[in-house]
């Protein structure tokens, strides 16, 4: 019965290799989306987020879906996404997903019809009058195979114990719009709120032009530093980074201070979704400073997330600082990701 706290993974270097005592590991993508695990039984659907809220009335296409895609009986873990056309192809789509986070429900259904989510299972926790959280991964597995056709919006992650298979995902399923590679040992139980899977992330860094910052909500110093590439001679923004101690925060405040375009005017950005009270605003300045930064991976033109001060770039010409050092990941389409296993 919900809630249910998903079994968690921790951060590890490497996709975990076979070692030499014989564990198995079983390797799938890390799907980037809304972790959550679908309750059915009957028509009563839960959809249980990380922190244990519903998520039913955000994504009413997926409770249709649970009602007449997965058996009678069962809860299955996996991830929520919305996929877009991106370049082409079929991926998921970070930003579409966010803003099905809504209080209007007639913004919910228009959501829901306009970009609909899909729900990709990788484990199972029970079937029927089954409790499979005590069970090891292979009949997990095949309890989730027995839950989900994969024929409508509920499909199932692709899986291998080939760790040489897994790091090829890990670089060429990102273009799909994936995060990198979960492992999950085969003789392992399902543990709720443990972290008992290992997990691989995209790690990377680039030079980006500082061109403004936005004041920490103290109201003294930086609370963060927005960021800038260059592309056809344009400088456009792609993300920022925070998280400054509170000496950096005003040590960068009086690095910045004299280098605003405008002292008596701010720039007016995106609102931010996850903070009603929270603006755009931010502060322009020259666009002088070269900055490196470790980031993860892009969603279109941007950072996915927030990235990483790594350290100062006084020999970089801001106007070198361009797409182009980017590592550009191969494309491939989402449905090729959750083909064939």
């Known amino acids: 019965m919900p809630p249910v706290a ?17 564990t198995v590991w079983s390797h799938e993508p890390k799907w980037d989306g809304f972790r959550a695990l679908i309750f059915r039984d009957g028509d ?31 809860v299955v873990d996996g991830e929520i996404g919305v996929q877009a056309q991106i370049n082409g192809v079929r991926r998921l789509d970070w930003d579409s997903l966010s803003q099905r986070i809504h209080p209007a429900q007639s913004r919910v259904q228009m959501l829901a019809e306009k970009t609909p989510a899909i729900f990709i299972g990788f484990d199972a926790l029970a079937l029927g009058h089954r409790d499979l959280t005590v069970e090891t991964f292979p009949h997990r597995r095949d309890a989730l195979t027995q839950a989900i056709s994969g024929v409508g919006r509920l499909h199932i992650s692709r899986v291998t ?13 990102e273009g799909a719009g994936l995060d990198g590679v979960v492992s999950k040992r085969i003789d392992g139980t399902y543990v709720p709120g443990k972290r008992e899977m290992a997990k691989v992330k995209h790690k990377r860094t680039a030079d980006c032009v500082v061109v403004g910052y936005r004041v920490h909500k103290s109201g003294t110093g930086v609370g963060s530093m927005l960021l800038g590439l260059y592309r056809d001679g344009d400088l456009r923004m792609v993300g920022g980074s925070s998280a400054f101690s ?7 405040q009086a690095r910045f201070e004299p280098m605003r375009l405008d002292p008596d005017h701010s720039a007016q950005g995106e609102p931010n979704r996850w903070n009603a009270a929270g603006t755009g605003e931010w502060i322009p300045i020259r666009p002088e ?39 550009v990941p191969l494309t491939y389409d989402l449905f090729d990701v959750l083909g064939a296993e």
Not at 161 to 173: G, I, K, M, Q, V
Not at 246 to 252: F, G, H, S, W
Not at 307 to 327: A, H, I, K, M, N
């Open 289 to 327: 400073l070269v900055v490196e930064v470790g980031y993860d991976q892009m969603e279109k033109d941007r950072f996915r997330h927030t990235v990483t001060f790594q350290r100062w770039r006084p020999d970089r010409d801001p106007v070198s600082c361009g797409y182009d050092q980017l590592e």
């Open 161 to 173: 114990t080939d760790s040489d298979e897994a790091h090829r995902w890990f670089s060429a399923f």
């Open 44 to 74: 009563e659907v839960v959809i249980g987020s990380r922190g244990g809220k519903d998520l039913a009335r955000y994504f009413p296409e997926l409770v249709d879906a649970a009602r007449a895609e997965l058996p009678e009986k069962v």
């Open 6 to 22: 998903p079994m968690l993974a921790k951060a590890v270097a490497a996709v975990p290799a076979q070692p030499a005592d014989g």
């Open 246 to 252: 509170d000496a950096t925060r005003v040590e960068l």
